[in-house]
């Protein structure tokens, strides 16, 4: 029996190394930011520390990153456009790290499809695309309670950064509930404010536009008119096109050439 739990604790020991080894040696390399969910998240919040060459950035949503990746060459501005699952609380923490690191940016352009504003962090995406990635001890100052209890919803949310979970794609079985209503959720509106109070701060010029919408949509969007009201020149910036542009969900684009001479371009939306 002696020898049994003998050679029981030396494989827990030898198990319980190698588990923990690999995730450290993924976390100290950063490997795993290229291997998990949520990669293009991980590129967007480094190059967020970093010196930009131009005083004119933008971030946003995924569709927003497919049209400033469209305009790489034809635009004066930097995109730190990631994806809507980090919701307007991580687009605020981007901002945030952005204009400590570039006191010279001068703008600050948030493109976001109207549908973006719905997310509340009541979303399966919301542990790998906010809680791993957002939600640490370094940026807790520059969460809300509002913010703190739709992620304390999220079970073994407080697992996030223990290594083998961060390092890896597993994820706890959640199907949030969101008891909001409409496109403009409280947490959205909550960091609209504060992106607004950041750039008044920092002297930086706030814009607020849409990237392309597909036209079957438009009813659904337009009936949303009042709750935006407050973001000036936002319902303005709403174009509406084909759906023959769109991918099959109906919300990404697949053809690009129509942006050229579009009024979504043309009328200079990000100036």
């Known amino acids: 029996m002696k020898h049994f739990l003998r050679d029981l604790m030396v ?5 319980g190394l190698i588990f923990h080894a690999y995730p450290e040696f993924q976390y100290w390399t950063k490997r795993y930011q290229t291997d998990v969910a949520g990669t293009e998240v991980y590129e967007v919040l480094a190059a967020s520390k970093a010196k930009l060459k131009k005083k004119k950035l933008v971030i946003g949503d995924s569709v927003a990153k497919q049209v400033l990746d469209s305009l790489a060459n034809d635009s004066a ?6 994806n809507q699952a980090i919701s307007m609380a991580g687009q605020y923490v981007i901002a945030v790290q952005a204009l400590a690191a570039n006191p010279s940016l001068d703008t600050l352009v948030l493109m976001y499809h109207p549908f973006s504003f719905q997310n509340n962090l009541a979303s399966p995406l919301s542990f790998h695309y906010f809680v791993k990635s957002f939600y640490t001890k370094e940026n807790m100052p520059l969460f809300s309670e509002l913010v703190k209890r739709q992620v304390e919803a999220i079970p073994f949310y407080y697992l996030a950064q223990y290594r083998p979970v961060l390092t890896s794609n597993w994820s706890p079985s959640f ?11 409280s947490i959205s509106k909550e960091y609209v404010l504060r992106l607004k109070q950041l750039c008044a701060q920092k002297g930086v010029v706030l814009q607020i536009i849409s990237p392309p919408i597909n036209e079957v949509f438009k009813a659904q969007v337009m009936a949303s008119r009042t709750q935006f009201k407050g973001i000036p020149g936002y319902i303005d910036s709403w174009y509406f096109y084909a759906s023959a542009n769109f991918l099959s969900d ?7 050439e129509f942006l050229k001479d579009s009024p979504w371009k043309t009328t200079g939306l990000i100036r």
Do not use: Y
Not at 77 to 82: E, G, K, P, T, W
């Open 77 to 82: 501005i930097v995109s730190l456009a990631s």
């Open 11 to 15: 494989f827990l020991g030898v198990f």
């Open 250 to 256: 109906q919300i990404h684009l697949e053809r690009f």
């Open 175 to 185: 199907e949030g509930v969101s008891d909001e209503k409409g496109l403009f959720s």
